[in-house]
């Protein structure tokens, strides 16, 4: 998988606002939201619909792996990376097979990653650190603040 700059745009415009754990938080919840109208359009027999949704969810899933550090990251960006690719190969079968297992399966995946990357932020935001979710995040315009408007250094995965 080659990096897609544009479907990076995503996590760049949202780690300029909130800490990039958070950012990560956000950008899967965004995801979730885009893979449950999917399953709806889905249901509705609204193909084109469905189409846009898992269209617009894999860019967000291809620019978090754009933004994987390989020098830095350890162990964990090939596995993630993995994870991923994987997670693409799924969206895009969503649209060409029987895609309510297929969906179902996605947003399993989806929310499991997120509940991990919502405990990586506990431990290295400390247990204070407010964990975002659509109730809590400030947006302004579309655009995601943070409350200090500080940014935190970048996530090294």
């Known amino acids: 998988?080659?990096?897609?700059?544009?479907?990076?745009?995503?996590?760049?415009?949202?780690?300029?606002?909130?800490?990039?754990?958070?950012?990560?938080?956000?950008?899967?919840?965004?995801?979730?939201?885009?893979?449950?109208?999917?399953?709806?359009?889905?249901?509705?027999?609204?193909?084109?619909?469905?189409?846009?949704?898992?269209?617009?969810?894999?860019?967000?899933?291809?620019?978090?792996?754009?933004?994987?550090?390989?020098?830095?990251?350890?162990?964990?960006?090939?596995?993630?990376?993995?994870?991923?690719?994987?997670?693409?190969i799924r969206m895009m079968q969503i649209n060409t097979r029987n895609s309510e297992a297929i969906i179902e399966d996605v947003l399993d995946s989806l929310n499991q990653m997120k509940e991990t990357w919502i405990e990586v932020a506990k431990q290295t935001e400390g247990k204070s650190a407010q964990v975002p979710t659509a109730g809590n995040t400030p947006v302004n315009n579309g655009n995601i603040e943070n409350n200090s408007g500080s940014r935190s250094a970048s996530l090294s995965v």
Request: no cysteine; charged share 20%.
């Open 1 to 88: 998988m080659y990096p897609n700059p544009y479907s990076s745009n995503a996590y760049t415009q949202a780690s300029k606002n909130v800490s990039p754990m958070r950012a990560i938080i956000l950008l899967f919840e965004g995801a979730i939201r885009l893979v449950n109208d999917a399953k709806r359009y889905d249901s509705e027999g609204d193909f084109e619909n469905r189409f846009n949704a898992v269209d617009k969810a894999s860019k967000v899933i291809l620019g978090l792996q754009g933004q994987l550090d390989f020098e830095n990251g350890g162990d964990i960006s090939p596995m993630l990376h993995q994870f991923y690719d994987n997670l693409f």
